[in-house]
């Protein structure tokens, strides 16, 4: 883990995630013997070449994260609060930082608020020297780390980045998939309806499967269940348990849909989980509206606000072919959105036929 741009080793314990406390100790002294002039600024600016996904998953540098926060906020084009013809007419209240700070003030990277030291100068937004140098360090530090040859623990063979490390009871071990594929067994829905309750206290261990999402052969680590339902939809990789868990991007995985249908429950009711409702409307406005090819992730590709009988969406891309950033209102009404909802689950039912 970083504190600023000093990795800090740590262990799991009990499991749970651990540091030494001298370590973080050596972190923060090492942060705060940088000089510090909050006046001292560079500008942000969008770094999209150093957009990198060596395991399946995409990561960019600190810039063009912050430069997506700043366009989910709707902070580059005028608070997203009032209409942009309105803007004239708003209180300093009201103004896009402010919109920001309200929106991602605890938005933390490396364990710093980059949000919070934002400026705005004209048409640019501005950050302290010091503060970008830390994630500059940082990124350079993290790119090395990710894209070094690490030893399978099973075989000895040399990973090519960093999709191989998996969490355990004991802490992280790097496993290739040819291993993963024969010491674990593949998930057959052997645990289809049962309690979540249940399996928690009597097992079996979700260690000894693999991902049951994860295209690639990788160990699970969690069993996952319908919080609405209570039952075992399957066992999933840490990655993937996180990203059910936040409801955002999962529906972006091949399959998502089949499996969140896994849950009994769901299946019965021809419905998704509360939590993936939403998330299936942005889904279908990103392949219907979006532009072509955008990468954005699905959460700020289209925001949303629930209105008397319906949504309204926002859609936004910088996919075109100038990177000219689109932005085009669609509304939903209630049964338009459950007519979206209804072929969803309808389609996900007939691709697993």
Not at 218 to 225: E, I, L
Request: glycine content about 8%; overall charge neutral.
């Amino acid at each position: 883990m970083f504190f600023g741009h000093v990795p800090v080793r740590s262990y799991k314990h009990a499991g749970q995630w651990q540091f030494m406390p001298k370590d973080v100790l050596r972190a923060g002294r090492t942060v705060a013997e940088l000089p510090w002039d909050p006046e001292d600024l560079v500008c942000l600016e969008p770094a999209e070449q150093e957009a990198w996904s060596p395991d399946g998953f995409t990561r960019t540098g600190w810039r063009t994260e912050i430069r997506r926060v700043i366009d989910g906020a709707g902070a580059g084009s005028g608070c997203c609060c009032h209409p942009p013809q309105a803007a004239a007419a708003q209180q300093p209240c009201h103004t896009a930082p402010d919109c920001l700070l309200r929106q991602y003030q605890d938005y933390t990277i490396a364990c710093t608020l980059p949000v919070r030291a934002l400026m705005r100068a004209g048409e640019s937004w501005m950050i302290p020297r010091t503060l970008a140098f830390i994630l500059d360090q940082r990124d350079e530090v993290e790119t090395r780390f990710h894209a070094a040859r690490q030893p399978c623990d099973g075989c000895g063979a040399l990973s090519p980045d960093g999709s191989w490390r998996t969490p355990t009871a004991t802490g992280w071990k790097i496993i290739c998939p040819a291993c993963a594929a024969a010491s674990l067994r593949r998930y057959r829905r052997e645990l289809q309806g049962a309690a979540y309750a249940c399996v928690r206290e009597h097992g079996p261990s979700p260690a000894n499967f693999l991902c049951a999402v994860c295209e690639t052969a990788r160990p699970a680590t969690d069993w996952d269940h319908c919080h609405a339902h209570g039952l075992i939809r399957g066992p999933l990789c840490v990655s993937c348990n996180t990203m059910e868990g936040q409801g955002k991007e999962f529906l972006a995985r091949p399959g998502s849909v089949q499996y969140l249908l896994h849950c009994d429950g769901c299946r019965a009711q021809r419905s998704l989980p509360p939590h993936h409702r939403l998330a299936a409307l942005r889904r279908h406005l990103h392949l219907t509206r979006g532009a072509q090819g955008c990468d954005w992730p699905m959460h700020m590709h289209v925001t949303l606000e629930e209105a008397d009988g319906g949504y309204d969406f926002t859609v936004h891309c910088s996919g075109s072919e100038h990177r000219a950033r689109a932005v085009r209102s669609v509304r939903l009404t209630h049964e338009e959105a459950e007519h979206v909802l209804s072929h969803t689950v309808e389609e996900g039912l007939t691709q697993e036929a």
